[in-house]
């Protein structure tokens, strides 16, 4: 249509100016008429060219509005939230160990008008020694190991005679060398073993009471420290003896 339409314009913009100029017979214009007839003309011719441009120009605007309107709306991207959950590890809990205090045999146990105390080592093969007697049992060394005997001195200073009974008191014993782990007392048969002595001691009377235990023979000749770790029902004492 809107070619159509500037076609028309020129065709009457080319018939007026022949008409003006070569004096066909007919309708005869003034030069004036002509003029105005082409002004016109022209500016028609304008208008419209002007018109297929502006709706060309708003023809491609409409389009990508539509366009815009037409595409999804994008969100914004959150940034990505980088897990920061902390990990239990099972983080080695170092569990509080009970202190053991220092305490004397006689104290830990309760026993009363008793003291006993440490007068030394031996280390034997043979505990006691084969001879006598009177000799009821003695005890022999493992194969490549010492015995390690501890000596005490368990006096009665009560002024009166005392049963001591070790084995209703429930006493145990262990005994560690050389900071190493500590392990029981060797349950003995020895009349005089400390963890198992029950006897009468007369008033201001004492008696020569032993723990045995073994060490390998190549660390007899190195004895350090020794420590006496006591355990009853509810609690654990120690007694450093070297």
């Known amino acids: 249509m809107k070619k159509w339409n500037r076609l028309g314009i020129i065709c009457i913009m080319s018939a007026a100016l022949p008409m003006a100029a070569c004096g066909v017979t007919g309708v005869e214009l003034t030069e004036e008429q002509n003029s105005q007839i082409v002004e016109y003309a022209a500016g028609l011719l304008l208008k419209y060219d002007a018109?297929?441009?502006?709706?060309?120009?708003?023809?491609?605007?409409?389009?990508?509005?539509?366009?815009?309107?037409?595409?999804?709306a994008t969100e914004p991207e959150e940034p990505a939230v980088e897990d920061v959950s902390e990990e239990t590890s099972v983080e080695d809990v170092a569990e509080e160990q009970e202190v053991v205090v220092e305490r004397q045999i006689e104290e830990f146990y309760g026993i009363d008008g008793i003291s006993i105390s440490y007068t030394g080592y031996e280390l034997k093969d043979t505990y006691p020694d084969a001879s006598g007697d009177d000799l009821v049992f003695s005890m022999n060394a493992s194969a490549g190991c010492k015995l390690v005997v501890l000596n005490f001195n368990?006096?009665?200073?009560?002024?009166?005679?005392?049963?001591?009974?070790?084995?209703?008191?429930?006493?145990?014993?262990?005994?560690?060398?050389?900071?190493?782990?500590?392990?029981?007392?060797?349950?003995?048969?020895?009349?005089?073993?400390?963890?198992?002595?029950?006897?009468?001691?007369?008033?201001?009377?004492?008696?020569?009471?032993?723990?045995v235990c073994e060490i390998p023979e190549e660390e007899?000749?190195?004895?350090?420290?020794?420590?006496?770790?006591?355990?009853?029902?509810?609690?654990?004492?120690?007694?450093t003896l070297n």
Request: no cysteine.
């Open 154 to 211: 368990v006096a009665n200073v009560s002024g009166q005679d005392i049963n001591l009974d070790m084995v209703s008191i429930d006493s145990k014993f262990r005994i560690s060398i050389n900071d190493a782990s500590p392990k029981y007392a060797l349950t003995t048969m020895l009349m005089n073993d400390l963890s198992s002595y029950i006897g009468t001691i007369p008033a201001g009377a004492s008696e020569n009471l032993v723990l």
């Open 220 to 239: 007899a000749g190195g004895i350090g420290t020794i420590v006496l770790l006591m355990r009853n029902a509810a609690e654990e004492g120690q007694l």
């Open 51 to 72: 018109n297929y441009h502006g709706r060309l120009v708003q023809g491609a605007d409409l389009e990508e509005n539509q366009v815009e309107e037409e595409a999804p």
